[in-house]
């Protein structure tokens, strides 16, 4: 159980083109999920938390406007990374859980190159 | 905001030996503590966790321990495999459920 899964792995875009992120909880409602990005041989950096319903929660130094989240369901929430361009190049990866006595379960991310 | 520092870096243990990876937080009010497991090009998957109440908990091969007074916590590998070699973080996070990460740990069993 506790799966989550990301759309897509993987994507090479133009610069200046938008990208959308998918990241879906199979089998169980997730009331909170978190953006990641990690930067080759680094750790997890956190972006953003969304909640249902709620406008996403932007960590320091992460501009909301460059990356906008969506969660309108308990079971979907998508980042799009607006205008890409080469700097943005990295692995993301959400995360998604049920409440602070559970632990978060990771998707398998998405590797996005801008060219 | 919390701060976790994770040594060593690099770990390379003959197979069949031990692992130890050590964590230190800076929060005292972190109070969950999950150890996560990434291979190359996936996300990561939690292997262990432990919450501030207790000292010290073991599933199979894998144990963690927690000293609330000194602020760390480490993660302990028995009878180590091939397949264990991947990247290891520690993470620590409060009741906003927001996690903090360490830097990492790339472990190498040797054949």
Known sequence: GAVVSQHPSWVICKSGTSVKIECRSLDFQA???????????QSLMLMATSNEGSKATYEQGVEKDKF????ASLTLSTLTVTSAHPEDSSFYICSAGTDINQPQHFGDGTRLSIL | GENVEQHPSTLSVQEGDSA????????????YFPWYKQELGKGPQLIIDIRSNVGEKKDQRIAVT??????HFSLHITETQPEDSAVYFCAASRDDYKLSFGA???VTVRA
């Open chain 1, 31 to 41: 009331t909170t999920m978190f953006w990641y990005r990690q930067f080759p041989k």
């Open chain 1, 68 to 71: 906008l989240i969506n969660h």
């Open chain 2, 20 to 31: 130890v990876i050590k964590c230190t937080y800076s929060d005292s009010a972190s109070n």
């Open chain 2, 66 to 71: 927690l000293n609330k007074t000194a602020k």
């Open chain 2, 104 to 106: 990492g740990t790339t």
